[in-house]
């Protein structure tokens, strides 16, 4: 078949059933095509499959960029933090420096004493309770009643909150008594338990 043919042949002419038969260019075309397809097809797959795999990596590059951002902004703040850190001891310590050693808590309950008798009031009742261990210090409550009028009452609050060590009140009750008033109150100072105290305390805290 030359070109002539070729411009003549008609499609519909083709037995699909008997591709042998048909002239050897349009088989060439045919194959040409179905060659082309085949590539197509392929090169599609090909792109698709790298096009998935270019975004995962471009995903992993923005999480490890991130990541490196944040390890960059936490090591950047470290020394920040040790400093805080080491201002939060140093404040930790002034405030456990301020509670009384064992020895001392007689003359920190004396001095709690004397502030009700100085501003006045008459002292009913002065009961040290048992200590409350906590991690590192202890608590000491004290049952307190005593009589007078508010203004003395008032006295008492402040010279206590005046006192070196500290000492707080608490559970506090005011009613009458004949002419005057009663005030039941409960003080708290707290103790500084020394070392081995405190090993003592962490070792049955473990055992429990």
Known sequence: ?????????????????????????????????????????????????????????????????VSFSNKQARAANLDAYKAQLEDMRRSFGAMLRQLPGKTEIDALLIDISQA?????????????????????????????????????????????????????????SIGRRGEGLRMDVVAKTYRYMDDEEAAGNTRKGAKR
């Open 1 to 65: 078949m030359d070109m002539n043919d070729l411009k003549n042949f008609n499609v519909n002419d083709l037995d699909v059933n008997n591709m042998g038969s048909w002239p050897a260019p349009v088989k060439a075309i045919v194959l040409l095509i179905a060659f082309i397809a085949v590539l197509a097809a392929g090169y599609k797959f090909m792109i698709t499959d790298q096009l998935t795999t270019l975004e995962q990596k471009e995903q992993e590059e923005q999480e490890l960029r």
């Open 116 to 172: 009700g008798l100085g501003a006045g009031l008459q002292q009913e009742l002065f009961a040290p309770q048992n200590e409350t261990v906590r991690e590192f210090y202890a608590e000491v409550p004290i049952q307190i009643r005593l009589s007078g009028n508010f203004h003395q009452f008032g006295e008492f609050a402040s010279a206590v909150a005046a006192l070196p060590r500290i000492v707080t009140l608490h559970d506090i």
